[in-house]
């Protein structure tokens, strides 16, 4: 395919019947709800059955429980005791006194206690237990649901001191954020009469010191040790830090709910029909959504929303919650799908976690749910005026997470119903290389990458003439963001690249860049221009857009797509071709990718000045 101008007039008309052609539906997008069930209606009549099938499965069966082809005690998850716990410690409570469920829970939490006493059982399932128990003891059920023998045992197990050094208050092998899991033990531990409040006091003072020095002036944690990587967690930290003071009972400082709503400015503009959460980083898919769900209820709980902000989350609250049903619930294994069917999510959560994923995922809407009903929500529709609503967000919103030697943003950008988000977080070690990290554009079911995977989506890659494959990553200076009307323009520099090969990024000054994006109604535009200095040789420049289009065809003024909302992709400085995708490699947590579009220039020398237009079907 010949090279040709980013944004060329021929283009755009040869463009005007495909934009019209074909509507676009795509499952990848799930239902679109103009309407929404009540959250507690989809709770109790949907995910509680689902919920309560998988519990009675695993009541029956114990140890040989299979669940869609997983013996999920064998799988080496080492939360699940603590998440069986807590689903059972809900079935349990939310079963009415004299329902003959109530007391086959019961029976089932006292059978599992014993049968997974010495299971290994670390860190967040400390803490989901830690709380079943709680919940059990409020309730005035624990000494149905626990033997003695069994609790005295569970006393000596369920510590804080097991992922926690004593004397100095420092974690085992774990990152600063487990500080908020060691705290919510300890004041658990304290409400059981199980220690004074000395260790609950003095991790709390540990998680906001954390916070404080990574979070810096704009209060998003940074997921390293200050080397600049904000994904979904830096923003959902806080909103579980706050729940644990909600949970336990203790009013939570200023601090903590100024960074809370530090966290809510961010998701407003990210609000949708869908209930699609966030699109970057890791751990997304639908932990993206449930996000969503844990700040916005923390917020509302205490206080920190706005009459109605508090309608309009409540209203997108409902929307995840049918979501997660309708989407990401599968009906023929009667579990969540979080790996089949061209789905992929991180490692961290792969399918040998299966039961415990469905636990947890409806243990964070079964409490949310909680919460709003205490809000005044229970069974109440939602807002009929969302969907208008939605329309007064603004079109473009910069939410800076620090800035310094080197800077580090997200762009958010609405565009119809799509909610297009601009990440420029991918520094330290472990995911900079990664695509879902790239500091490119994502849009839920439109523009995607792949968990642990490393390919070029939408991302100049430079290859040396001694070997080395370099990436503009990690270093983003001089960053500037300009709205003007409806285009917002993005630019930065990179002194150097990141050379690729190692777990944390490597920086490499014999190559620096200048990039330019610029976001417009139907239009993404990206321009880079890439310079070796002199006695460095480029040999190769290659980047791909996988793409849930599909039937692409070649044009010489670049690849159209007659389906999906990807309606044709155009580069500048490379020849381009599309191909099937590998189901293998390009699949994503929302499902696969149908169409791979490959770039590349040869011996480009010195430099290389280039990027790519991506255009989107009109609705």
Same mark, same amino acid.
């Given at each position: ?406 800077? =580090?943003?997200? #762009? @958010?950008? *609405?565009? $119809? ?6 990440? /420029?977080?991918? !520094? ?98 990206? =321009?880079?221009? #890439? @310079?070796? *200095?002199? $006695? ?6 290659? /980047?791909?857009? !996988? ?73």
């Amino acid at each position: 395919m010949s090279r040709s101008p980013l944004m060329g007039c021929v283009f755009g008309l040869a463009m005007g019947a495909v934009l019209a052609g074909a509507a676009s539906a795509q499952v990848e997008r799930g239902v679109l709800y103009q309407t929404a069930p009540a959250m507690n209606a989809t709770i109790v009549n949907r995910v509680s059955p689902q919920m309560d099938a998988l519990l009675d499965q695993l009541m029956t069966e114990g140890r040989s429980m299979t669940l869609d082809g997983v013996r999920v005690f064998e799988a080496n998850d080492k939360f699940l005791p603590g998440k069986i716990a807590i689903g059972l410690a809900h079935a349990v409570i939310e079963a009415p006194e004299g329902d003959p469920r109530r007391a086959r829970f019961l029976d089932g939490f006292r059978r599992l206690s014993e049968l997974t006493l010495e299971d290994a059982n670390d860190s967040w399932g400390i803490y989901y237990y830690m709380s079943a128990l709680h919940q059990l003891n409020e309730a005035g059920l624990l000494g149905q649901a626990v033997s003695p023998q069994t609790l005295a045992q569970l006393r000596q197990n369920l510590d804080w001191r097991r992922f926690v050094r004593q004397d100095d208050l420092t974690l085992i092998n774990l990152p600063n954020n487990y500080y908020g899991v060691a705290y919510s033990i300890a004041r658990l531990r304290y409400l059981m009469g199980w220690e004074d409040t000395s260790a609950s006091e003095a991790l709390l003072a540990k998680t906001l010191e954390h916070f404080r020095q990574y979070s810096g002036e704009f209060g998003f944690a940074d997921e390293t040790t200050g080397e600049g990587r904000f994904d979904r967690y830096s923003v959902l930290l806080i909103g579980e830090i706050a729940q644990r003071f909600i949970e336990t009972g203790v009013a939570p400082p200023q601090e903590v709910k100024d960074w809370l709503r530090r966290s809510v400015d961010l998701l407003l503009p990210r609000f949708n029909l869908r209930g699609e959460g966030f699109e970057y980083g890791r751990s997304i898919g639908a932990y993206g959504e449930t996000a969503f769900l844990e700040v916005l209820t923390a917020a509302a709980s205490l206080d920190l929303l706005t009459d109605e902000e508090e309608r309009m989350a409540y209203a997108f609250s409902s929307r995840i919650a049918a979501r997660y049903v309708d989407f990401w619930q599968d009906s023929g294994t009667g579990s969540v799908n979080l790996w089949d069917h061209g789905r992929k999510t991180d490692d961290y959560r792969g399918k040998h976690r299966i039961l415990g994923e469905n636990i947890s995922l409806s243990h964070q809407l079964f409490y949310t749910n909680t919460l709003w009903n205490q809000r005044g929500y229970r069974d109440r529709a939602p807002d009929a005026g969302y969907a208008d609503w939605l329309k007064t967000l603004p079109r473009s919103t910069t939410t800076w997470f620090s800035k310094g030697a080197e800077d =580090r943003l997200l #762009i @958010t950008y *609405r565009d $119809g119903d799509r909610v297009i988000g601009l990440p /420029l977080i991918n !520094g330290g070690p472990g995911q900079h290389m990664n695509n879902p990290y790239f500091p490119v554009p994502y849009s839920p079911g439109v523009l995607a990458g792949t968990a642990n995977e490393t390919y070029p989506q939408l991302l100049p890659r430079v290859t040396l003439s001694d070997g080395s494959v370099l990436q503009p990553l990690s270093w983003f200076t001089n960053v500037k963001v300009e709205v003007v009307g409806q285009t917002t323009r993005l630019t930065y520099t990179l002194p150097a690249m990141d050379r690729m090969g190692r777990d944390a990024p490597v920086r490499d000054d014999r190559v620096s860049a200048r990039t330019v994006y610029e976001l417009s109604p139907g239009r993404i535009t990206r =321009r880079d221009e #890439i @310079t070796a *200095r002199r $006695g460095v040789t480029i040999q190769k420049v290659d /980047l791909e857009l !996988g793409t849930f289009s599909s039937s692409a065809q070649s044009a010489d003024q670049g690849v159209v797509f007659a389906l999906g909302d990807v309606a044709a992709f155009q580069g500048q400085g490379v020849s381009c071709e599309p191909a099937a995708a590998d189901g293998g490699v390009y699949r994503t947590p929302v499902g696969p990718l149908r169409t791979v579009v490959r770039c590349q220039a040869d011996n480009p020398g010195r430099t290389w000045t280039g990027g790519w237009s991506v255009q989107f079907r009109d609705r």
